[in-house]
């Protein structure tokens, strides 16, 4: 009969926790656990072998050093927490591995200096969420722009293995590890006392040590990685693991996804404040941008469908405080008044806005003035691409600014990279361009 797993409560000082039921426990059971660990999984032998010829990597949590041999072309240095597997990898290795006794939080190495890491069933022993995530944003420093990590975690979801973890199961548990002893030979003088002449057999008396595990469910573990900073590249399911591989995201490509965050912000904002009755009349073009961002944020540069619904779903589901609708209604009406008093004072003018995003306000103007304005919006290419998504979704939006044309199909990221991001009439223009660059842009024009 085996040993079943235990519920645990996250311990008030996660590092007591992993101490007691990661460190200790990899340390006493050392030489068994590598018994046990000697074939490589298959998309992990796959990951290492692609990499380029003497790439630089890390393998954080070795144990006892199975990946590092994978591809000898490589040069790849591991690291695990427990002083036992790492002296097990330097045994089975004959002493030709590259290793080192580190814990996953405070990694040896340079940042910015490696090619690829992989971390494989390590994840998961950290005691909480917040570590899980600095553990794969640590391991993510280490690494190059352009850089690859591959990461494995126990699944919550193993309904079909002897397991038999499900949805519903707690998440943070202590999993059994039978640990085999045996008992001392019977001395020739004890066997005669015992009037034992038979060929005696060596005993096994099991002790059971249990080890902390956080089970994954389905698209958390992707989630932490983006947390963590990383973009994503594949993911997926195998052998009862939940598993990612990311790439490096850029400076640049952390700053400009920390922008459009602020436009994703502002039109939570500007929904709330509309659907509570602040805006009169109501702005009727909101829900257009709402449905594009829901449809094609997942396209974007650092987006997945999981953490593009998970960004939605935070900004938009719950509404907002007094305070900040006061606040948008005022900020609102503020340019608006503004806008209005430019247009009055001039007989023909023209309007540009910088970082247009989800700003509905153009259409506004153009509906109202229908002769001596032209309005045009310039943002990210990839933002120009959800509005023009949302207006070519309403044939009311399009009659405004002047266009004529089918809505357009965008059924995955390919469809929407091929997208044109611009619209030009001789009302209204949407300017796909980034304007730190607008010197290349003005060049080329």
């Known amino acids: 009969m085996s040993v079943p797993s235990i519920p645990l409560e996250t311990q008030e ?36 072998s692609e990499q380029p010829d003497y790439s630089l990597g890390l393998d954080v949590g070795c ?20 002083d036992g597997l790492v002296e097990c990898a330097r045994v089975n290795s004959e002493n030709k591995f590259n290793l080192a006794v580190a814990d996953g939080l405070h990694l040896p190495h340079q940042n910015d200096r490696f090619d690829f890491a992989i971390s494989i069933a390590v994840i998961h022993h950290f005691a909480n969420e917040k570590r899980r995530i600095e553990a794969i944003e640590h391991i993510l420093s280490k690494l190059r722009v352009g850089g690859k990590l591959l990461v494995y975690c126990w699944a919550l979801e193993q309904e079909k293995s002897r397991r038999g973890y499900k949805e519903g199961d707690d998440q943070d548990i202590l999993i059994p590890w039978v640990l085999q002893k045996k008992t001392p030979k019977k001395s020739k003088k004890e066997k005669r006392q015992n009037n034992d002449d038979e060929e005696q057999v060596e005993e096994q008396q099991p002790e059971t040590k249990y080890r902390y595990y956080h089970l994954y469910r389905k698209g958390e573990l992707v989630e932490n990685a983006e947390k963590a900073g990383g973009k994503v590249v594949d993911h997926g399911y195998e052998k009862d693991n939940w598993w990612f591989h990311v790439g490096m995201l850029s400076p640049q490509e952390k700053k400009d996804k920390s922008i459009r965050a602020t436009d994703l912000d502002a039109l939570s904002c500007r929904h709330c404040a ?28 650092g987006y997945t469908a999981l953490s593009a619904g998970r960004t939605l779903r935070t900004l938009f589901k719950d509404p907002k405080y007094p305070l900040i609708n006061r606040g948008t209604f005022f900020r609102t009406q503020s340019i608006n008044t503004i806008v ?12 540009i806005s910088l970082g247009g995003g989800s700003d509905t306000r153009g259409f506004r103007v153009l509906q109202e003035h229908s002769k001596g304005v032209r309005y045009a919006e310039i943002d990210f290419i990839e933002s120009a691409k959800i509005k023009k998504a949302a207006i070519l979704s309403n044939r009311t939006i399009q009659s405004i600014v002047g266009v004529e044309s089918d809505s357009v199909s965008i059924k ?23 304007l730190r660059k607008i010197e290349e842009h003005g060049s080329e024009s």
């Open 274 to 301: 509309n659907a509570k009755g602040y805006f009169v009349p109501p702005d009727l073009y909101i829900q257009d941008l709402l449905r594009s961002y829901e449809q094609n944020l997942q396209h974007c540069r």
């Open 412 to 434: 995955d990221r390919a469809s929407f990279e091929s997208l044109d991001p611009e619209i030009h009439t001789s009302k209204y223009d949407l300017i796909a361009l980034d």
């Open 13 to 48: 000082v996660p590092e007591e926790q992993e101490q007691q039921y990661v460190h200790e426990v990899y340390n006493e059971i050392a030489s068994h656990f590598s018994s046990t660990r000697y074939k490589p999984w298959p998309i992990v032998e796959k990951f290492l």
């Open 63 to 82: 144990g006892n050093g199975k990946y590092l041999g994978v591809n000898k072309s490589l040069f790849c240095i591991g690291s695990d927490r427990s």
């Open 340 to 351: 209005e008093r430019f247009i009055s004072s001039h007989d023909e003018c023209q309007i």
